[in-house]
């Protein structure tokens, strides 16, 4: 059970999350491209479509690689092996959890603001939406890293290192829980962003510290995360 729930969390709802952002996206693309004047040979789409959805698609590999990296910490608990590493599975659910929420949240940040810049970012303003997209996935970033560090002690506990007590434990799965609700904070950023109509220079740097501020619910999780996992 741990194991599938680690492939749902990991992997599977990343997907979903970053196939169905992408279809508004290609939508959208497919409206500029029929408002185009006949014959005019419009902006590079292809291309920058490409690394917007390479880019967004980045918190699938990062699912790929921590499922993997979790499968040892995972057969265990499903085989009863260890009664130590039992105790984890809750915690493993739930840093699970928070990538997920992280993943999905940073996809759909990403989507929304490229959706609603689609014009800007396929013309001259590529070099300033681009940047506003690339904030939330920091979010993806630092849960890959909380993860890796959960499985770094689940790795320890099964070579022979004493299990932390349940206070403990239900801190950090508390800590995961405020991780995971402050990554929602992006897409609330990315709509309020995206108000910011016009991007000269005043104009992206109040929709890019927009985002930033968005990004320091995240912040507080994350350090929250770190204290909680070095009581362990």
């Known amino acids: 059970m741990a194991g599938l729930q680690a492939l749902i969390l990991l992997i599977v709802i990343p997907a979903i999350a970053w196939a169905v952002a992408l279809l508004p996206l290609n939508l959208a693309r497919g ?3 029929r408002e185009s004047p006949p ?4 902006q590079p789409s292809g291309p920058r479509i490409l690394l917007f959805m390479g880019c967004s698609g980045v ?5 790929l690689l921590l499922y993997a990296l979790a499968r040892p910490a995972l057969d265990a608990i499903d085989g009863r092996a260890n009664g130590n590493v039992v105790r984890l599975e809750p915690l493993l659910l739930w840093a699970s959890f928070a990538f997920s929420v ?3 949240s940073a996809i759909a940040a990403q989507t929304w603001i490229v959706r609603s810049r689609l014009r800007s ?6 070099g300033r939406v681009l940047p506003l997209s690339v904030v939330p996935a920091t979010g993806a970033i630092f849960a890959v890293i909380l993860v890796f560090l959960v499985l770094t002690y689940a790795d320890s506990v099964l070579a ?5 007590s349940d206070p ?3 801190s950090a799965i508390s800590s995961f829980q405020a991780f995971a609700l402050g990554t929602v904070a992006f897409p609330v950023a990315a709509g309020v962003s995206n108000r910011v109509r016009d991007l000269n220079q005043r104009g992206f740097t109040r929709a890019i510290l927009i985002m930033e501020l968005g990004e320091l619910p995240v912040l507080v999780g994350l350090v929250q995360v770190f204290l909680a996992l070095g009581s362990l």
């Open 121 to 126: 970012f396929l013309g001259s303003g590529f």
């Open 102 to 104: 992280a993943s999905c």
């Open 168 to 170: 403990a434990l239900s």
């Open 31 to 33: 409206e500029l491209q």
């Open 160 to 164: 022979g290192v004493p299990v932390a």
């Open 59 to 63: 918190p699938v590999l990062f699912g």
């Open 39 to 42: 014959g005019r040979s419009e």
